[in-house]
């Protein structure tokens, strides 16, 4: 997200059910951050949907095809993990990388709604929800399908670096 303390970085997004903000952990995943941040500042997200929810569980976002399978990185297809023992699926609000697998992180993200201890070691985690944990729980609490997909769409209107010129398109 560039200048100051890198550890400060904080993205807001402006969602259908309310705003919410993640403080990203550079010192921990410096390229889950850093991509994550570009696609922020990009609007690589803005109108994309959370695809996935899962009550009680988490909420999955960040894929522009809308359907789960798409996405990419800003380094161009997929990149590694950066797993820590440092940091834990503890509680909700974990800010971590959706995968399919061993180092096949993209554009999509999920946040924890509940202690996950069974993700430790499996997905990057890179932040935390530090604002609007409210709109989380709402949106982990929306109407879903068979297949774990919001009803109703739960879209991201925009998302933007905190701090940043919130009028420029």
């Known amino acids: 997200c560039g200048g100051g303390e890198p550890m400060a970085t904080q993205c807001v997004f402006d969602t259908s059910v309310g705003s919410f903000t993640v403080e990203l952990y550079y010192k921990h995943a410096p390229k889950s951050c850093q991509n994550f941040s570009e696609l922020v500042r990009s609007g690589y997200y803005d109108n994309t949907v959370f695809h996935r929810v899962i009550k009680d569980f988490m909420v999955q976002g960040g894929d522009p095809t809308g359907t789960g399978r798409g996405g990419e990185s800003i380094y161009g297809g997929k990149f590694e993990d950066e797993l820590t023992r440092e940091l834990k699926h503890t509680g909700a609000g974990v800010l971590a990388m959706a995968n399919a697998g061993p180092n096949t992180n993209g554009s999509q993200f ?59 398109q």
């Open 110 to 168: 999920y946040i924890s709604l509940a202690p996950t201890p069974w993700l430790d070691g499996k997905h990057s985690i890179f932040g935390r929800v530090s604002a609007g944990m409210k709109t989380i729980q709402r949106m982990g609490s929306v109407p879903t399908d068979q297949s774990d997909r919001p009803l109703t769409e739960v879209k991201v209107h925009r998302a933007y670096i905190a701090g940043s010129n919130m009028l420029t």
